[in-house]
């Protein structure tokens, strides 16, 4: 039996990923185990998957004065010994880092062990965690290709993120089913986001009525952003937020509105559907969302409009000629490097476990 640790945490970002592996790395014979913090949201997410759970403690790296930072250095030093010792307890043959503070005592354990580690950068940019991390793996996967000028020559592999395998499993007349919407029109579909974007509802919904004479429409506009003024338009419909049933909207959506956060993306590329993308603002963000965007229009794969630029005439004109040329745009998803993350992944796992 072969042996291998995930690990990473803090945002749903540092674990989903590692929960799409998860059914490939059963397939190819692997006993997989997780160490993640005590208490972080990771604990449920995967215990809820089954895999068996091993908490240590954790600190964080900050890069502006807080008190933690006097005591969180003693957590990361108890973090490692906690990981050493699992680490000897499991004898894994390899470890996978999905990145975030919990991580970087797992990956520095590992490689004083001797155990090869393989990582896993989500945004253009290396985060801090995973750049400490850096020198102790053996090999760096990323999302973009401009992030390979960030990262070790010798250790750099563009993948993309592995996304959930019950993604790509949506049956068009579940979800035609589910909308109450027939085949007539194309669907668009818009995402805000986890926590929905009222810049985006309302973008979208100042011009709906011109929208609906093209497009049947799928809203996902967030927890309590529901417009109860627009639920009797024929061919409109908006959820607050949908879970399973996900797969079979993607399954009907022609084309999709969408803000640019990593993990979304790169599902829109593996499902090559065509996307605008609205990435948040700078001022509301770190801008990582802009860098996302401005690749995938680079190789592409989508269009994008910032915020700040958004106009009623803009946004309809981009849709109508997104959708007018949405098989240039499949077309280049199809020829990219990054849409088959969770095979392209588990080989390099396969190629450098002990």
């Known amino acids: 039996m072969k042996r291998i640790i995930l690990t990473g945490g803090g945002t749903a970002g540092h674990v989903t990923p590692n929960l799409a592996l998860y059914p490939a790395l059963v397939k ?18 995967v215990e809820k998957a089954g895999i068996p759970y091993y908490g240590i403690s954790s600190g964080k790296l900050r890069r502006y004065f807080d008190l933690k930072n006097f005591t969180d250095p003693f957590r990361v ?17 390899i470890i996978f880092s999905k990145g975030g503070f919990v991580a970087v005592p797992v990956v520095i354990a590992a490689s004083r062990a ?19 991390s850096l020198k102790f793996c053996t090999k760096i996967c ?104 996900l797969r ?24 090559q559907k065509p996307t605008l993308l609205i990435p948040l603002s700078a001022a509301a963000s770190r801008g990582d969302q802009i860098l996302n965007a401005k690749s995938f229009k680079k190789q592409g794969f989508s269009e994008v409009i910032e915020e700040e630029e958004i106009t009623d005439e803009k946004l309809y004109k981009t849709v109508i000629n997104l959708y007018n040329n949405r098989e240039t745009y499949i077309s280049a998803m199809k020829n990219s490097n990054q849409s088959n993350a969770v095979y392209r992944i588990v080989s390099l796992i396969q190629e450098n476990a002990h």
């Open 28 to 45: 190819e014979g692997y006993e997989v185990s997780y160490i993640g913090s005590y208490n972080g949201m990771e604990k449920d997410l």
């Open 77 to 93: 030093i108890k973090g490692y010994r906690e990981a050493r010792k699992l680490i000897k307890k499991l004898q894994p043959d």
């Open 114 to 132: 001797g155990v090869p580690v393989i990582s896993h950068e989500s945004d253009m940019t290396p985060g801090l965690a995973n750049k400490i």
């Open 142 to 245: 990323c999302n973009f290709p401009e992030t390979l000028k960030y990262l070790p020559q010798d250790k750099a592999v563009l993948t993309g993120c592995p996304i959930r395998e019950e993604l790509m499993t949506g049956d068009k007349e579940t979800g035609l089913a589910l909308t109450g919407f027939n085949t007539e029109k194309p669907v668009l579909l818009i995402m805000g986001g986890s926590l929905g974007s009222v810049k985006v509802n309302q973008a979208v919904r100042s011009i709906l009525p011109d929208l609906l004479k093209t497009f049947q429409v799928v809203h996902l506009c967030g927890k309590g952003n529901l417009d109860e003024t627009l639920t009797a338009m024929p061919g409109y419909v908006q959820y607050e937020y949908i879970s399973e049933p």
């Open 248 to 271: 079979h909207i993607f399954a009907i959506a022609d084309v999709v509105i969408s803000r640019a956060g990593a993990n979304a993306i790169c599902e829109l590329l593996a499902l």
